[in-house]
């Protein structure tokens, strides 16, 4: 089964969610390389290289999600893996905006999937194995 | 009555040591080792005069050598903060000197300089089980395209050694496969590759003329001198808790730790966790031959700060430097204490961890990368510095600084007993005790 690298990016502290994934994702068969919480974009980076990882899924829950997942996409590329499946999901901007603009942003940015607050874990877990091609 | 000859085939000095079978110490004496011609000539010199101190022959002999440069190691990983570091981890719990480390892919340079370097041994490590194994079978195939065989020790991802082994075998390489350094990510595995370091050790490294003579007449293994202090300090460690060693030498500083692997309540880690037993060597840090960058490090004015006369520390450092072999003039033993307080403190603070506190939307949270060794009690020093030192003690003390052991006890190893108790830690751990015990001072 395909391994993946989970954490929760930048200064955010929010491990309960980022356990509850940690968790789906394992019982719905994937090696979940969990980094927790405040984990830095190079962090993931090496994370994904070392372990061959097929996807990285960063979560953010404390609105300052655009600044610290913008340019994740281009280190994956200088570092070789610029083919790598990228997820974000959560509470990505500050306040309540409309969620197409914030889904369009981080798409935009690079990621393959945008999810937003309230997603359950079934979802995701569905579309990452239609992406990664497995069942 | 049972006695043992330990034997510590320095570089200069060939060191032997008998204990009788109650762990005192009965006999000791040295000669220079003789490496240009046959090490076995002064060690024989020594074994001599030890046998006439003790008035009988030796039942065992167990010896440890650093000659001919010690054992000379190349690590190579994949990410340089991942396995490149677990690679280099293991290389220094081993024993060995590590010329240098590689990341990702060996490139033509790097192949052409591990050629030029000729290690003893190379670890080729690389991707976590289940993970990467592209970098592993590529910098496999670039070894056994363009260096000349050398016993490499294979440390990678389980699901890559063996083809890499094959690899590398077809081109004359000898090739020992062992446990993956970082089997998961951030989890340090780095027993299995030590044992292997320590099976192609003996199997391979004759470089100096005799050292297989003196393998034939030991009763265990011939093992680098850092792996017998490395040794004597786990030993003693089992019996006293949590300790640290420093070890200051003309070249190196080298620091040993065991514990500080505890994540303090209301920290958390990040990074690699930390092996329970860790040895670092300083290359850059050193009381001669690397005096420069260690002054550079230090900063010459906190060199000089409590100097009665500046100039005159100023002109004496300026003669070591030009000469490395030259002894600190009398009555200027302050500078030499300085200088060797600084190799303290620097090599203490790189071997610690680091504490950054991160200010998130929901409070501060401290974050722990590497071993917080201030919960330690015991600290001693090592090496002709601190022994010949009127104040030993000025130059072990720490301020409370960073994540240094907090108001330790000093101890000194004023007998220079350390490698020659390592000998004996696995086979005879009570006499090893026992010549610790009899032979550290507490300062």
Known sequence: MATIVLGVIGSDVHAIGNRILEYAFTEAG?????LGVLTTQKEFVQAAIETDA???LVSSLYGHGEIDCR???EMCIEAGIGDILLYVGGNLVVGKQKWEPVRDKFLAMGFDRVFPPGTMPDEAIALLKQDLGVS | MALYLLADVGSTWTKLTAVDDTGSVVARASAPTTVSTDIMQGFNAALSEVRTQAGKKEDKIYACSSAAGGLAMIAC???PELTGQAAKLAVLGAGAKVLRVYGYNLNRDDIKEIESLRPDI?????GTDGGNTRFLLENAQALAAKVKPLP???AGSRNAVHEAAEILEAAGFSVEITGNVMPELNKLDIEPARGSIRNLFLRHIVRAKGMETLSRSLAAPLIPTPAAVLAAGKLLAQEIGQLLMV???GATTDVYSYGGVEVPTGMMRKGLEPPWDMRTVEADIGMRYSLSSLVEQ?????ILAQAPQEEQWRQELEKILASPGRLVSPGLEGLEMNLARAAVRISLLRHAGTVERIYSPTGAVDVLTGKDLRAIKTVIGIGGVMVNSPEPRGILAMGNEGLLPENPRLMLDSKYIMAAAGLLAGDQPRLASRMLADSLATL
């Not at chain 2, 230090?298 to 906190?302: Q, R, S, V, Y």
């Open chain 1, 54 to 56: 097929g996807a990285i």
């Open chain 2, 122 to 126: 190379l670890l080729l490590a690389g």
């Open chain 2, 152 to 154: 490499v020790v294979l």
């Open chain 2, 298 to 302: 230090a900063g010459l004015e906190n």
């Open chain 1, 30 to 34: 994937f090696k979940v390389i969990n």
């Open chain 2, 247 to 249: 070890d200051v030498g």
């Open chain 1, 71 to 73: 340019g994740l996409r």
């Open chain 2, 77 to 79: 990983g994949l990410v």
